[in-house]
T-cell receptor
Framework: QKEVEQDPGPLSVPEGAIVSLNCTYS??????FMWYRQYSRKGPELLMYTYSSGNKEDGRFTAQVDKSSKYISLFIRDSQPSDSATYLC????????????FGPGTSLSVIP | DGGITQSPKYLFRKEGQNVTLSCEQNLNHDAMYWYRQDPGQGLRLIYYSQIVNDFQKGDIAEGYSVSREKKESFPLTVTSAQKNPTAFYLC????????????FGDGTRLSIL
């Protein structure tokens, strides 16, 4: 079983839809959770950064962490064509020399 | 504007050749990282450095080498020992290690001639 799993998609939605992107993980010691957006031929851009369980909202984006289920989600409201990208989840335990583990990414297309 | 600059954007390697990818940051971050990205796979860590003149191997360090002589610079050399070097290489930095969020450059795409 991979440490972090993510449905690769592709996911295609109409403009204005609510998008739900998800990751599951196996390491119960993960405490820091991140979502990155990556456009084609570009580096990942940090969207959301959360610690432990709970919700965090930033504009049209909401990140949810459920540590009991080892499940994290990113919701995008009122999706726009400019949201079309690959979304990577990432997580770490947060110790000094700890690594960040990335999911393989979900490809999202928002159709005008 | 603060950020991470990777160069070149595209690079071609001949058989038996070593090539060096540049990564420079002006974010005043202590930690820097090199990742390899292949289609359908997550980012895989090649090397990382928490402080100047110190670096550690990541999960796939074989065939790669790095140096960290200056805080702002972390070049990656892909040696001829790396038999499958074709990939998208990403450099990142963070304020510190552990759970600190990483900020990425725009990558270098390396191909074999």
């Amino acid at each position: 079983q991979k440490e972090v799993e993510q449905d690769p998609g592709p996911l295609s939605v109409p403009e204005g839809a609510i998008v739900s992107l998800n990751c599951t993980y196996s390491n119960s010691a993960f405490q820091y959770f991140m979502w990155y957006r990556q456009y084609s031929r570009k580096g990942p851009e940090l969207l959301m950064y959360t610690y432990s369980s709970g919700n965090k909202e930033d504009g049209r984006f909401t990140a949810q962490v459920d540590k009991s289920s080892k499940y994290i989600s990113l919701f995008i409201r009122d999706s726009q064509p400019s949201d079309s990208a690959t979304y990577l989840c990432a997580m770490s335990e947060g110790t000094s020399y700890d690594k960040v583990i990335f999911g393989p990414g979900t490809s999202l297309s928002v159709i005008p | 504007d603060g950020g991470i600059t990777q160069s070149p954007k595209y690079l071609f390697r001949k058989e038996g050749q070593n090539v060096t990818l540049s990564c420079e940051q002006n974010l005043n971050h202590d930690a820097m990282y090199w990742y390899r990205q292949d289609p359908g796979q997550g980012l895989r860590l090649i090397y990382y450095s928490q402080i100047v003149n110190d670096f550690q191997k990541g999960d796939i360090a074989e065939g790669y080498s790095v140096s960290r002589e200056k805080k702002e610079s972390f070049p990656l050399t892909v040696t001829s020992a790396q038999k499958n070097p074709t990939a998208f290489y990403l450099c990142a930095s963070s304020i510190g290690g552990g759970g600190q969020p990483q900020h990425f450059g725009d990558g270098t795409r390396l191909s074999i001639l």
